[in-house]
Structure formats: structure tokens, C-alpha cells
């Protein structure tokens, strides 16, 4: 046996532990050695099976179940013999554990995600902790593939159809209780007694035939019936299925629709066969370049939450326990939720009543938002809504540790602000701003300590919006930028530290974008074609789309910075200032490039007679007007690499996709840029440089690196 990863423990008479603990590891995670030791494990309980009453799978990690497969090998393998050969080696070992011939329980307590499931649903039956660590499910889809270890095979025999494809195209996570009443597992129970419990539910199904100790699906309600007991019913869950994958992704994503058509076809087979049709139909996600990219994203987004924020720093974070927040708006109420959601206690202060009022608000409807979608408690509720306390006054700033600014996007304005705020601050107090565009620099001249200053920009919907950019001015010390990554990651949130420079990454990187959708609506074609061109690509929203969500207005002060500091490729936006003059703001006053209504969006013939534009033309192929502005995005992407903006390529691809919504099937900019070639990037932007003028000169980086036949990223992971 492979040592200290699998081994067989003797528990009670006749029954013995299978127990999972790889010594090499912080979590439990299924390798090929993994694997190896499961074989040699499962090879000596076959040869025990005589003198055995039953087997319960644990892990030997408290707190700790089964994490998954190794992504690290899930990113790297590429041959797809050899992936096929891995997916049938784990699902005959699973296998092996599913006809052992002897009754098997799973006991599950932490994280059982993936491979962790799949080897638990080869089991008869499964318990787990009723704890807040336990986390059940199958997150394959995330990372371009579906379950390939027997999970898209057994799970619907447990659960369903409707629940398996809910399970798995969802790729969301359940605790013990939904687990439980899914069907997923058999019982939840306190930690303390999950062994007991698992021994009890043992003997429960050893009193059943042999033929029958596994758990299986009963129907219990009319609709599940008609539903799952007939060839109608579940061609029409395979049909919706579809379709909503399809809604959602547009096809970009091939693994959902892969696991569909696999459960499908799997119908009525038996378990052996079945196997066999998963195996073919997973092996080929392994090999894509969709998954590849969407693990070198996770690998990215790891990182970001772990990685050394100063390399070689002695210093540690420091604790933000209480926070003063300046500005009680729409993005202060979602900072005062989100930093109180992890026990924060918030001062949130502003000069006007109606200002307050709104921000409570936000906090209000966001926590009732969430509360709906995870039953939380009222009591949970209000214990939140206790952390932040509203005040009109410059009081009990002495206490807290950061005070962060959230006003009017105006440099003015923050520098007032930040006037009043640092001398009731403690000198160790971080103290920071929340801007989209302003220089950290300009607002820190005046300050007395800019070393502790530092700039957040959070994105608006703050409790959705995955991203933070932490700036750090010229000035900013190493203790403040590393008490702002800090605060990001306890805050949940994946950082992304930029240096100071006029839009940081994400803005400075779309108003290139946006700029140059405007040129196209300018050159003739219609708004609701060029929007259409870029969700094709892949973007979650069109250039107009987006610009009516973030409001006319910011986007025409943000493109004035950005034409300032850079007026060689950045211009003012006339035809924004024409409609903001209007009295169009977009979807906060329900008429923008759209109209809106409620969460209703239509067409606005009347936009393009404002404009004074001619009747609109039609593009030959909507991919010729998205190549335009992807390629803006990919040049001034590695224009930032260049300058330093941020640590790399892998950085900047990952702002942009959290930040901007860049198709992460498509790894960010310059892993698109990469994909399709540096060479043919550096040849489109010429011919655009000589048709359109000196926005599309390609930087030199970009030249330099397809002229020595390089790339941004590697070629795999």
C-alpha cells in the first residue's frame, strides 16, 4: 500500500474504518498515488471480506473530508489517451469499493467536494457533520469538466434526474441539512457523534438483501413520477436542462451540455456500461482549452488570496475589527454590509439624513436578498445590522482601525474629507479611499502620514462583485498595502494590487473598450448589434449594456481622466455628454442607450435622432465589430504589463475577467491574445492603426514578444 494515504483501521467486531489521510497534504486530495493506495487498500479488505460486517469511510483529517481530484493534474494533463486511462483507473477503484460485498457507509465531516463526493457515492449510504465546515457537492462545471469518477453515473440513482442536473450544472455546494433532504446522505448529525452515527446507519443497511443495501431514489410526489418514471417526462428535464444551460452560456461552456447529453444517454444502463459512456464523454473536457483556462484562473484566484503581498516582509497584517465609513450612498451601504458580514463593527457617517437612510437600505436589501437564497435567520439578520451604526458626527474615530472614504467621485471632496478624518485617526490607523479613477497620489498631497494611505476600488454590486483593485501610491507603505490586501481577503474578496496610475486596470483597460464601441455607433451601426457582437464573444454584457448600468454620467467623467492622461488613444466621449445633457443617465433614471423598466431593457430608436446619426447599417459578420474593440482590450492590457500596472500577465488576465467580465472560458486578454497568436494580434492592429489612426498602434511589448515567437502564458496551466 502506498504509504499514509489510505490505510484500514480495526473499529468494533467485524467492522473497520476506511480512513483517508495524506500526510503530504493540508486536505485530502485524489492523485494518481491516492489512487494507488485506495487499490492496495481495497485489494486487502476484498481478501477480508469473509470476516467483515462493514466499512466506513473517513478521513483521518478532523474538520477535513475529501477536497476533490488534484486540479494540479487536472491542469496539466493534456494527452487524452492518458486522461481517459486516469478517469477509468479511478472509476474501477470506486468501483471495487462499490461491490465490495460487504455494507459501506461514507462519514462525511468537512469539505466533500468533487472526487470526495463521487468515492462517498460509491458507498451504500452516507452521514455527515451538521457543521458549518461540511460542504457537499460537485464542482466540476467551474473548472470546464462534469464528474468523471462515477458521480454523473451514480448520483442520479441517488437523487434523480431533476436533482442530479440541478447538482451538477449548478455546481453549488449543499450543507448536511439540504444534503439530507435532498437525499444526497442518509442523516446529519452533531460532529461528535458522526461515527456513531455512521455505525448505526451500518447496521441499518445490513439488515437489508445484499442486492438492496445501497440507497436509491424513490419518488414520492405525482410530479416526480412524471418526471423521472417515463421517457416523456425525462426527455422534457433533459430538453429544459438545455436550454437553460444554453441561456446561460451561450454554448461557450461545452461541459454542461457534455454532462446533459451524458446522463442521457445513460439512461437505463447498467453501472458498468454507464461508466464506460461517462469515461468517453468527460476525457475530451480534461483535454480543452476551456479547461485549462478556467484552472489557470482558479490556480490565479488562489493565489491572489494567499500570495505574499511585499516578498520577504517581516511584517504582518494587522486586525481591522472597527471601521469608520465616509459616504453612506448606494457603494457605502455595500461596503458597510460586506464588512459587517464579517463582524466588522462599521461607523457609518454622513452629512445628510437621506444619505444614511439610503445606505441602511442597501444593507436592508442586500441581507434580505441573501437571506431568501439561504433561509437565514431574522436573528442573523439583525445580529449583522447591529454591527453598523449610522451617525452624522466626527465621534469614536480614536477607535477604529481603518477609515475608509466612500463620497462623490470629485478630488476635492475626498481631500475635505480626508481632512477632517486624519487627525481623529490613531497614527497606526489605515486610512484609504474608494475611487474608480482618481490618482491615490493627488489624494494623498496634504496628508500627514501618506504612507498609511492607500486606495480601494470596489465594484458595484459590492456583494456580488468578486474583485477588489488595492492601489498603492508612490507613498504607501509596506504595512498599509499589506493591511489592505489583508482586509480584502478576510473580506472575502480576490485582490489585485495595481499601481497608481490614471483608471488603475480594470477602467483604464475598458474605456478603450467602450470608447470604441462609441466609434462604431458613431461609423453607423446599431446599438443593439454592437452589443450582440460582444456577448457572442462571450462578454456577460454588451459595451452600451454596461455603460447604462454603471450610468452615462460616471462613464463620461471616467473617460474624461482617461483622455487627460492619456489623449494620444483615449478620447472624450460627445456622444455621452450629448445624452447625459439629455437628461439620460441610463438605468438609474430608466433611459440611457436603453430603456428601462424595472429589470426590463428595450430598444430606443430615439437615441440615434438625439445623436444626430444616420439610419443604421448591418454588419456582414457581428464578429468583424467585436474584433475591434477586443482587440483595444488586449492592446491596452499588455500596454499595462509594459508599464508595471501589475505584477504580470496572470494579474491582469484575472482583474479583467473578475473586473470587467472578460469571458473567463477564454482565459482573460492576453491568454486570448496568446490563443489566437501574437503575431496575427500585432498584424490586426497595424491594418486597424492604418484604417482607423494611432489608437490601435500596437505597443511595444506586444511587437517585442510575437517578433521573438513568445507568449504572455504558458501553454498549459
Known amino acids: 500500500m502506498a504509504p499514509g494515504v489510505f490505510r484500514i483501521e480495526p473499529a468494533s467486531a467485524g467492522v473497520v474504518h476506511l480512513v483517508m489521510e495524506d500526510p503530504a497534504r493540508k486536505l485530502n486530495v485524489l492523485d494518481e498515488a491516492a489512487i494507488a493506495s485506495l487499490e492496495d487498500a481495497l485489494t486487502t479488505l476484498e481478501a477480508q471480506r469473509g470476516e467483515l460486517k462493514g466499512v466506513i469511510l473517513r478521513s483521518g483529517k478532523k474538520g477535513s473530508y475529501i477536497a476533490g481530484a488534484d486540479i494540479t493534474q487536472i491542469g496539466a494533463l493534456t494527452e487524452l489517451a492518458a486522461i481517459h486511462t486516469l478517469v477509468r483507473r479511478g472509476q474501477s477503484a470506486f468501483q471495487r469499493l462499490a461491490t465490495l ?53 451514480r448520483l442520479p440513482r441517488l437523487i434523480g434526474y431533476r436533482n442530479a442536473l440541478d447538482l451538477i450544472l449548478s455546481a453549488r455546494n449543499l450543507d448536511a441539512k439540504r444534503a439530507e433532504k435532498m437525499g444526497v446522505i442518509a442523516k446529519a448529525a452533531p460532529s461528535a457523534w458522526l461515527i456513531e452515527a455512521a455505525e448505526k446507519r451500518l447496521a441499518e443497511i445490513a439488515r437489508r438483501p445484499a442486492g438492496a443495501r445501497a440507497d436509491r431514489y424513490r419518488p ?142 442597501t444593507v436592508r436589501r442586500v441581507l434580505d436578498e441573501r437571506g431568501r437564497k439561504k433561509r437565514t435567520p431574522a436573528r442573523e439578520k439583525d445580529g449583522q445590522m447591529a454591527h453598523i451604526l449610522p451617525t452624522l458626527e466626527l465621534t469614536g474615530m480614536a477607535r477604529v482601525d481603518l477609515a475608509l472614504e466612500a463620497v462623490v467621485e470629485d478630488l476635492d471632496v475626498k481631500r475635505r474629507v480626508f481632512a477632517e478624518i486624519e487627525v481623529r485617526i490613531r497614527q497606526d490607523a489605515l486610512l484609504a479611499s474608494n475611487t474608480s479613477s482618481l490618482s491615490i497620489d493627488a489624494l494623498a498631497d496634504g496628508l500627514r502620514h501618506p504612507e498609511r494611505f492607500v486606495g480601494f476600488h470596489f465594484f458595484n454590486p459590492v456583494h456580488k462583485m468578486p474583485l477588489v483593485e488595492v492601489i498603492r501610491g508612490a507613498r504607501t507603505g509596506d504595512q498599509a498595502l499589506i493591511n489592505a490586501v489583508a482586509l480584502a481577503r478576510k473580506l472575502g474578496k480576490t485582490p489585485v494590487v495595481v499601481k497608481d496610475s490614471p483608471g488603475f486596470l480594470v477602467n483604464r483597460v475598458l474605456m478603450p473598450y467602450l470608447r470604441e464601441a462609441m466609434h462604431l455607433l458613431e461609423e453607423g451601426y446599431a446599438v443593439t448589434d454592437i452589443d450582440a457582437s460582444m456577448r457572442r464573444f462571450g462578454m456577460p454584457m454588451g459595451p452600451f449594456e454596461v455603460i447604462d448600468e454603471v450610468g452615462l454620467d460616471v462613464g463620461m467623467k471616467v473617460a474624461a481622466v482617461l483622455a487627460k492622461a492619456f489623449p494620444e488613444r483615449m478620447q472624450n466621449a460627445p456622444l455621452l455628454e450629448k445624452l447625459v445633457a439629455a437628461g439620460r443617465l441610463g438605468k438609474k433614471n430608466g433611459l440611457g442607450f436603453y430603456r428601462h423598466q424595472g429589470k426590463k431593457r428595450r430598444v430606443d430608436d430615439s437615441v440615434r435622432v438625439l445623436l444626430g446619426l444616420p439610419a443604421a447599417r448591418k454588419p456582414q459578420v457581428l464578429d468583424t465589430l467585436a474584433e475591434r474593440m477586443v482587440m483595444a482590450m488586449v492592446n491596452e492590457t499588455a500596454r499595462c504589463v509594459e508599464e508595471g500596472l501589475v505584477s504580470g500577465a496572470g494579474q491582469a488576465d484575472l482583474g479583467l475577467i473578475f473586473g470587467a467580465g472578460f469571458p473567463p472560458f477564454r482565459g482573460g486578454p492576453l491568454r486570448h491574445a496568446d490563443a489566437v497568436g501574437l503575431a496575427f494580434v500585432v498584424q490586426r492592429l497595424q491594418s486597424l492603426r492604418a484604417e482607423k489612426g494611432p489608437r490601435f498602434e500596437p505597443c511595444a511589448l506586444l511587437v517585442a514578444k510575437a517578433a521573438a515567437g513568445e507568449r504572455f502564458t504558458a501553454l498549459v496551466g
Do not use: W
Open 220 to 361: 414520492k410526489a405525482a410530479l416526480d413520477h412524471a418526471l423521472e418514471g417515463n421517457p416523456l417526462g425525462r426527455a422534457f428535464l433533459f430538453r429544459q436542462a438545455r436550454a437553460s444551460v444554453m441561456a446561460r452560456t451561450s454554448g461557450h461552456y461545452p461541459a454542461p451540455l457534455a454532462a446533459i447529453d451524458c446522463l442521457q444517454r445513460c439512461v437505463g444502463l447498467a453501472v458498468e456500461d454507464a461508466l464506460v459512456v461517462e469515461a468517453e464523454r468527460v476525457s475530451p473536457m480534461v483535454a480543452s482549452d476551456v479547461c485549462k483556462n478556467l484552472v489557470r484562473i482558479f490556480f490565479l484566484s488562489e493565489a491572489a488570496k494567499r500570495a505574499e503581498v511585499v516578498p520577504g516582509s517581516p511584517l504582518a497584517p494587522q486586525a481591522v475589527r472597527g471601521m469608520m465609513l465616509a459616504g453612506a450612498g448606494v457603494m457605502g451601504g455595500g461596503i458597510a454590509e460586506l464588512a459587517s458580514r464579517y463582524g466588522i463593527d462599521v461607523r457609518l457617517r454622513d452629512v445628510r439624513p437621506e444619505s444614511l437612510q439610503t445606505g441602511l437600505a
Open 101 to 153: 460485498g460487504v455494507p459501506t457507509v461514507a462519514a462525511i465531516d468537512g469539505v466533500c467536494l468533487g472526487g470526495g463526493l463521487e468515492i462517498s457515492l460509491a458507498c451504500d449510504s452516507r452521514v455527515a457533520a451538521e457543521e458549518k465546515q461540511t460542504s457537499i457537492g460537485l464542482p466540476e462545471t467551474m473548472l470546464g469538466i462534469f464528474p468523471g469518477f462515477g458521480g454523473t453515473t
